[in-house]
């Protein structure tokens, strides 16, 4: 059998090689017959490998607690194994590794803080790619690190933003908000009561036994992001209010309305 005008190779002949043998074909001649010898040979393809930090990462403080929620970033076109939540007091030098293995969810509830304590996160995204890892240089851990987020968690207090509203203003006048806050106040012996009031700016959050030494300095509109309530991921940014206040030892405090 010839193929493209040369002889074909001999399956007969000692110096035959075992196995296919690897030829190029030019463009302008075809293959006739089913030969096992020939096989076509594809440059290879170049492979785009991007892996970058988590997106939207969101940090809020929580009584007791402090919530993440975060995204992949869409440019990422490896598969990540899971996300390792790190933290670091303010001002420290060193991240501790807060997970002990790779969650799945993009969510997280860190509830080993302590009240009036400034700390910054950062989340990794894991892979096991091994391509990825060696071509951008990731080290074994296969992680990288989004940018940092700084959160200080309350103190005895909690504060939870249930409802704003904004009254018709008076004609040349802008609109006041007025936020209704629900407070937890830890009592002496541990028992704890709970309060529910309605402030404006300037107003202190609390009264009698319930003052809380906290001033609000603000309520404003923010863009954040929403949760997929099944996936427990943010998939896009919706607005709603913020309540911003010092609280007792005169640090910038804020809690913000989510809806459900």
Not at 31 to 37: Q, R, S, W
Not at 109 to 133: Q, S
Not at 157 to 163: A, G, N, T
């Amino acid at each position: 059998m010839r193929i493209g005008g040369r002889p074909a190779p001999d399956m007969t002949s000692p110096a035959a090689p075992p196995g296919p043998v690897t030829v190029e074909i030019p463009p302008d001649e075809t293959t006739m017959g089913n030969d096992p010898t020939i096989v076509l040979v594809e440059p290879p393809k170049e492979r785009k490998v991007t892996f970058r930090s988590p997106a939207l990462l969101s940090v809020v403080p929580d009584f007791g607690a402090v919530q993440l929620a975060w995204d992949d970033d869409p440019a990422t076109n490896v598969e990540i194994a899971g996300y390792h939540v790190y933290r670091r007091p303010a001002g420290g030098t060193d991240y501790a590794r807060v997970t002990r293995e790779p969650i799945r969810k993009k969510t997280y509830t860190d509830e080993t803080v302590e009240p009036k304590k400034t700390y910054e996160y950062a989340v990794a995204a894991v892979t096991r790619d091994a391509e990825a890892i060696l071509r951008l240089g990731l080290g074994s851990e296969g992680e990288i690190k989004s940018d940092p987020k700084e959160v200080r968690t309350p103190g005895v207090f909690s504060i939870d933003l249930r409802l704003v509203g904004e009254p018709v203003a008076a004609p040349g006048e802008k609109p006041a908000p007025v936020a209704q806050v629900v407070i937890r106040k830890q009592l002496q012996g541990g028992g704890w009561r709970t309060k529910t009031v309605s402030v404006r700016k300037g107003d202190a959050i609390g009264d009698g036994d319930f003052a809380t030494g906290c001033t609000v300095t603000d309520l404003v509109r923010v863009k954040v992001p929403r949760t997929d309530a099944p996936a427990g991921s943010p998939v896009a940014e919706v607005e709603t209010w913020e309540l911003q206040y010092t609280d007792d030892e005169g640090a910038a405090q804020k809690v913000q309305l989510i809806r459900k």
